[in-house]
């Protein structure tokens, strides 16, 4: 019996369903965890409070991923994840409970908690997805739950503005955001619990009775796959996900939260991450449909030209070119981060399909360190830019992006209809 076969031509049933509301429900809450800390940067008004999570998130990104390569497997990381930051939540709602001087170590606690283990949670819930969605299904279903993640930030987003709105305290704000990522992770609690392990995982491991059994529970239909007929090097297609991780995750985070948080004040920070969340999440479902349509490398080109072109009028409009309202800057904004969208759709497409099996989650988050690096660093180094500077700066951060994909357009290829083992082993041998 070839499991990979069942998998990859199956009819959608009943783990596809499960495993689709759990991930998706995963990603939501990784919205929430991350947008809590810029959303609430006006209470603590230091750079580092921004830069702490990133670090926290980098940990989680190596460690937990490694773990789920080599040790626990898909499904049960998801419980650890989950064990992380249900505990972090937890820790940030009481802080908002307690004396004023245990607040902030509690608060900082709480969050260290919940990006380790969201952000541990990611590179796993796309090879989870890579390895168990069937051929057909499988870039769009990379791109959609992913983009639980923007939904998760703007209703992060649109309750902490409408909670500063009504109170003008921004205590009350993260009390709703703690008790709202509280009840989301009981609820993912009992979804996970019906989670099937990746058939892949367990081929790997050399676990070639469960995977039988749990294929069984796929139901294969007649399909055509294609080949890859290009030979591209590990070395070259991680320094292309490099780049346009980069690229992508700079710009989304200075655009959709740093922006806000240097140059604005009051419920605006909040409207401007509710924006950009919110443009983010409309172009998700377009994202999915064009990127079979265009094939995952004329894709790639279109996402990143467009996240460029968008974002020089957001130039003009700093530099008094174009005359500024806010009206103006919302839906230029909403134009960009359309388009960075685009470009994370990218991102999740590629990450778990161009990376082997032996490793997968470990090396997409290896991949991932770069760009997390790079922000952490850009949040730092951008704090004592002007608007005009900073916005520049993510004009070049764009065109890199673009580059790179101009790059893989001629030296690449797609990944589209092609099995798994295919996209992520051409070549492995060959580092030149």
């Known amino acids: 019996m070839d499991v990979t076969k069942n998998v990859d031509f199956s009819s959608w049933s009943r783990p596809h369903w499960t495993l689709f509301s759990s991930l998706a429900l995963g990603f939501f809450m990784w919205g929430v965890i991350a947008a809590t800390p810029p959303l609430i940067y006006p209470l603590v008004n230091a750079v580092w409070f921004l830069i702490v999570p990133i670090l926290a998130q980098l940990a989680g990104d190596l460690g937990i991923s490694a773990l789920s390569d080599m040790r626990l497997g898909r499904k049960t990381t998801f419980f650890l994840t989950m064990g992380l930051y249900g505990s972090g939540a937890f820790l940030i709602f009481l802080a908002t409970l307690v004396d004023t001087s245990f607040f902030l170590p509690m608060v900082v606690a709480g969050i260290v908690l919940a990006d380790l283990g969201i952000e541990g949670e990611v590179p796993t819930s796309l090879s989870y997805t890579a390895e168990n969605m069937p051929l057909k299904l499988r870039e769009t279903m990379l791109i959609l739950l992913p983009n639980f993640d923007n939904v998760g930030a703007a209703f992060a987003a649109a309750i902490a503005y409408l909670t500063y709105s009504l109170s003008d305290s921004y205590m009350v704000q993260l009390k709703v955001l703690g008790l709202t990522a509280v009840v989301l992770v009981g609820v993912a609690l009992v979804l996970r619990r019906a989670l099937p392990e990746s058939v892949r995982w367990l081929v790997k491991e050399g676990k070639e009775k469960e995977a039988v059994k749990v294929a069984q529970e796929f139901h294969p239909l007649q399909g055509e796959e294609r080949r890859v007929e290009r030979r591209v090097s590990l070395l070259t297609r991680f320094l292309f996900l490099i780049l346009i991780s980069i690229s992508q995750y700079l710009t989304y985070g200075l655009m959709a939260y740093t922006v806000a948080d240097f140059y604005f004040k009051g419920s605006t920070v909040d409207l401007i991450a509710l924006v950009a969340n919110l443009g983010a999440s409309s172009a998700g479902v377009v994202a999915s449909l064009l990127a079979n349509r265009l094939g995952s490398r004329k894709f790639a080109v279109f996402s990143f030209l467009g996240g460029t072109l968008t974002m020089i009028p957001v130039f003009l409009l700093t530099t008094s070119v174009l005359p500024f309202s806010m009206v103006s800057f919302y839906s230029l904004l909403t134009a960009n981060m359309f388009f960075s969208e685009f470009g994370w759709a990218v991102r999740t497409?590629?990450?778990?399909?161009?990376?082997?099996?032996?490793?997968?989650?470990?090396?997409?988050?290896?991949?991932?360190?770069?760009?997390?690096?790079?922000?952490?660093?850009?949040?730092?180094?951008?704090?004592?830019?002007?608007?005009?500077?900073?916005?520049?700066?993510?004009?070049?951060?764009?065109?890199?992006?673009?580059?790179?994909?101009?790059?893989?357009?001629?030296?690449?290829?797609?990944?589209?209809?092609?099995?798994?083992?295919?996209?992520?082993?051409?070549?492995?041998?060959?580092?030149?």
Do not use: C, H
């Open 349 to 432: 497409v590629f990450e778990p399909t161009l990376m082997p099996i032996r490793a997968r989650a470990l090396f997409i988050g290896v991949v991932r360190v770069a760009p997390m690096l790079s922000y952490a660093a850009s949040i730092q180094v951008t704090s004592s830019f002007s608007i005009i500077q900073f916005v520049g700066f993510n004009v070049a951060l764009w065109s890199l992006g673009l580059v790179a994909s101009l790059l893989w357009f001629g030296k690449g290829y797609d990944t589209n209809m092609v099995p798994i083992e295919e996209t992520s082993g051409v070549d492995e041998a060959s580092l030149n």
